[in-house]
Every structure is written in structure tokens, then in C-alpha cells.
């Protein structure tokens, strides 16, 4: 097999995503609220994070089979500025050679306070050109009459929900919410499904609180009911899923709570909304690539990566390095630190060093131990088992035993 047939086999058994969320397009080119105008300056092409997120794509070769977006596509519900949005969206999917674009609805994305329709919030999210939020008319169809669609495709169930479903009463406005009847129409999709290696729920608003925010009403606008949506896709039933969302601006990626097999969960920060100044020491606009490598799915779980890159005005794109995610974030080890730490130290023969990927290959879900998992599984063969890791900048090299 040649060199350029192994690379293809290996794209096969690999499913991506790029996530591009919270892009809050703005007609006003010297707004304060997005980095993103309708208007981008042409002697400052490094100043629009679209531009130079084109330009990475192409030095990098960034490929992915579907771009997801998890909503506020414009900013309060611009017409102008949603057709912007959604037609550099549709660009961007060309460029990454996806299959598909799909959307969930941000409280920006509604026109919930009619300043721009008389009576219909959704009219403009409608009317977009490819159809919105999904390729199918009657995906499209069922997303605006029960509040979700669904893609499928071999590997891969991409459920986007409409957690902004509810915005037209005022109320409503500052929160997200899936309804009891949506969440049963979404279980009795799911029960006449075909099982999948891969399900991913892409929405706008968080399921759950984020505590670690730490600044004032950073839960206030959590998704109503959430709790049943994370227990039911929790459940183990329907299996392993993955919930990407929006809204918060703030990146993150953990584990939420389930009965038998809680789903991971990544909060999405903002592609180029400015930074509001509780955020400002702790996230970067930022994009994401998902990779989900699908044998090692089949024998593990669901396990996978997200790639990161901050956007900087002046500077464009670059590999994470400041934000709350770093370059590279493996998911998909769950168990406890300690359980990580003494499987290592018991491999290591005494007065003797192991390899990190011999490691892996001996214990395959050390390669998929979260960041902040993995610090602790160091810390812990370091002080408690006083072992010695060895490091390539921020990867592991090789762990001895004295």
C-alpha cells in the first residue's frame, strides 16, 4: 500500500468536526461587541477572524467531514448580519471539503423582540440560503416543528437541538430551555435508531450550571430541564454521546452526570465575539477541530480529541496556548487518577524506565487522559510513587521507577 493510500485509510477511520461557535457578526464595523463586521477592512485582513481562518485551513490542510456551529451566527438578530454569517459558514465548509454544515438557534440568532418582523422571530433564520439549520427539508422541517433534527450518517448521529426554541416569550429571553415534549420526541427517535459509534448533541445554551466561572449569573441562563436531556443521553440506551455547545463563551471540557454512561461535554468559546471583561484572564476566541479515531472507539468507548487555535487581533490563528482549552485536549479516560497511576507504576519494572507510547500501547487510554486528568496522574506518580516523568514540552516523554 502506498504512502498516500495509507493516509487515506486512515482519514476513513476518523470522523471530524470543526466547531466554529458564538461569531456574533455585526453590521457595525467599529462595534465593541464582535471582531467579525459585515464590512471587514481590507488593509487589515489579520483584524478578521474569518479571513485568516481560510488562510489556516489552507497552510494547515484542516480537513473535516461536517462543520457544526452552536448558534448566535449574527449579533441581535441582524438580518444582514445572519446572512453574513451563514454564508462565510457555507465558504468555510467548502474549504474543509465537509459534507454537510449544521447549526443550532443562539438568543442572538432569533428575532425574539420583533424589531425586524411583526410577528415571526424565525422568519430570517428561515429564509438562509443553503437551508438552515440542516441540509434536509425535512430534517429542517421536524427541527422547526418539534424543536430538533438529526443527521446521520455511517458512524456519526448529529442531533441538533433548538434550546432558543422558546425566545418569542419574554420570559424566555435570557435562558435556554428543551421541553419535556421535545425530549420525548427525541427519545422516540432515538429508540427506532439504528445504534451509532459516534452521537454528538449540538446545542446553544449549557445543560448544566458552570460553577468554576465563578463571577456573578455565570448560571443564570442555564438550559431549563438540561438535567433530563444529560440523563436521558446519560442513560447508556442510546449510546455514547458527546454535547457541544455555545452561549457561555467560555471553553471547557468535562464529564457530566449519567446514570451508566455520562456524556462529555464541550463548552465552546466565542470564534470572534469580544470578549466580555469577567472572560477577559480566562478564555480566548477560539475554534476546535474534533477528531474521533473510530477503532480505537470500537474498542474503548468513546474517545477522541479536540484540537484548539486562539485568534488574536494583529495576530490571527495560532495553536492554542492561553486559552481555557489547551492544543490539544483528549477525552475519554474516565476513571480516577489514582487508577491511571498505579496501572503505570506496575508496568514500570524497578531501576528501569518505560516509554510514554509503549505505555499506551500496553494501556490504550492513557492516550486519551483529559489535561487536567493527566497533571494529576503525573502528580501522583511523582509524589506517591516517587517516580520520574520526563516531558517533550507538555508531553510526556518516558516514566522510570527508581
Not at 73 to 81: K, M
Not at 122 to 146: C, D, F, M
Not at 325 to 350: H, W
Request: with cysteine; net charge negative; hydrophobic share 40%.
Amino acid at each position: 500500500m502506498t504512502e498516500a493510500s495509507h493516509a487515506v485509510e486512515a482519514a476513513a477511520q476518523c470522523i471530524r468536526l470543526l466547531v466554529l461557535s458564538d461569531l456574533h457578526v455585526d453590521p457595525d464595523p467599529t462595534s465593541d461587541e464582535s471582531h467579525l463586521s459585515m464590512t471587514p477592512s481590507p488593509t487589515s485582513p489579520n483584524g478578521d477572524p474569518f479571513v485568516t481562518a481560510l488562510e489556516l485551513i489552507k497552510t494547515e490542510a484542516i480537513a473535516a467531514d461536517y462543520v457544526l456551529c452552536p448558534g448566535d451566527l449574527g449579533n441581535r438578530a441582524h438580518p444582514g448580519a445572519l446572512a453574513d454569517a451563514w454564508k462565510r459558514l457555507a465558504e468555510l465548509k467548502q474549504a474543509v471539503g465537509a459534507q454537510q454544515l449544521i447549526a443550532a438557534t443562539g438568543n442572538h440568532d432569533l428575532d425574539s423582540r420583533l424589531k425586524h418582523n411583526s410577528y415571526d422571530p424565525t422568519e430570517i433564520l428561515k429564509g438562509l440560503a443553503p437551508r438552515y439549520p440542516v441540509s434536509s427539508e425535512s430534517e429542517s422541517n421536524r427541527y422547526w416543528a418539534h424543536h430538533f433534527a438529526v443527521v446521520e450518517a455511517t458512524n456519526l448521529r448529529v442531533v441538533s437541538l433548538n434550546s432558543s426554541a422558546y425566545h418569542w416569550i419574554e420570559n424566555e429571553w435570557e435562558r435556554g430551555r428543551v421541553s419535556i415534549a421535545t425530549l420525548e420526541e427525541i427519545k422516540r427517535y432515538l429508540s427506532g435508531a439504528s445504534p451509532k459509534l459516534v452521537n454528538v448533541l449540538l446545542c446553544h445554551h449549557h445543560p448544566h450550571r458552570h460553577p468554576e466561572l465563578r463571577i456573578p449569573n455565570s448560571s443564570f441562563d442555564v438550559m431549563m430541564d438540561g438535567n433530563h436531556l444529560v440523563h436521558l443521553l446519560g442513560s447508556g440506551d442510546f449510546g455514547s454521546w458527546m454535547i457541544v455547545h455555545g452561549h457561555k463563551h467560555h471553553p471547557n471540557l468535562i464529564y457530566a452526570s449519567g446514570a451508566a454512561n455520562p456524556p462529555v461535554v464541550l463548552s465552546c468559546g466565542s470564534f470572534s465575539a469580544r470578549i466580555y471583561k469577567e472572560l477577559s484572564t480566562l478564555a480566548r476566541n477560539q475554534m476546535y477541530l474534533i477528531e474521533y479515531p473510530l477503532n480505537d472507539i470500537r474498542d474503548l468507548g468513546l474517545v477522541g480529541r479536540v484540537r484548539a487555535w486562539d485568534w488574536a487581533y494583529g495576530r490571527g490563528w495560532a495553536i492554542a496556548a492561553n486559552g481555557q482549552l489547551p492544543a490539544v485536549s483528549p477525552f475519554g479516560a474516565r476513571e480516577a487518577p489514582t487508577v491511571y497511576a498505579n496501572r503505570i507504576f506496575r508496568l514500570v519494572s524497578e531501576g528501569s524506565y518505560s516509554r510514554w507510547d509503549e505505555l499506551v500501547r500496553l494501556e490504550p487510554m492513557l492516550d486519551y487522559l483529559p489535561p487536567e486528568k493527566a497533571q494529576k496522574v503525573f502528580s501522583l506518580l511523582m509524589s506517591q510513587y516517587k517516580m520520574t516523568v520526563e516531558f517533550d514540552g507538555q508531553l510526556p516523554r518516558q516514566v522510570s521507577k527508581p
